[in-house]
């Protein structure tokens, strides 16, 4: 309840009036029934503008930390993001990466929409990065269609690093959904998890119009950091950090 509280009278009126975000192709989002949204993430505000554009529930997923702190501030904390449609990673299953899988198939199962952002971390210069291939194993494990969505300048209004940043209209572009049943019973298969999270990315890509670089988010960051940083005496190998 507290969801479409949320939603429909504590915040979403605001943001619609204030921002009055734009959307094109949110006839690609089905009805009902289960569905992946793999999005682009350039701001911390797109989990907001982009369920705002639909009717149905999308749900994330979001550090069990933020279910489990003790207090009154844990409790708030849990509520909040409870009812903002985001559920806790399922530590069951060993690391973050197979915990959010377990979550989302959770989600999936019992008919709702997910959302997920394939490149695992926000952009930190507007750029498009590779996909993370979490997105595919779920699609193939699933069996549920991928709908590429592009969210364009909420990295205007909240720019990374910035609590607020300048006014302008959010762009929220779906695309048509993808079927990957052609690949069931590939989902151990590397080279088929990367084929299906590229093409998944070329979408976003061609949606959102961003440019796209062939690394991931969090490698491009530690490297930007290590130029703004500069050398440091002694320092002769640079950046030599992998992501992982």
Known sequence: MFYWFLKWIALGPWLRMIFRP??????NVPIEGPAILASNHLSYADWLFMPLTLSRRVTFVAKAEYFTSPG?????????FAGSG???IDRSGGGAAEGAIISAKRVLSEGELFGIYPEGTRSHDGKLYRGKVGVARLALESKVPVIPVAV?????V???GKTFGRFTRPVVRFGKPLDFSRY??????????R?????IMYEIMRLSGQEYVDMYASRAKELSKAQSDGPKDGDQGG??????
């Open 158 to 160: 909240a720019p990374p």
């Open 152 to 156: 364009v300048g909420t990295d205007v």
């Open 22 to 27: 734009r959307v094109t192709g949110a006839e």
């Open 86 to 88: 985001q559920v806790p």
């Open 239 to 244: 950046a030599s950090k992998l992501a992982s």
């Open 184 to 193: 069931e019973g590939m989902e151990n298969d590397r080279y088929i998890l």
């Open 72 to 80: 009154l501030k844990g409790w708030l904390q849990k509520t909040f």
């Open 195 to 199: 084929s299906i999270t590229d093409e």
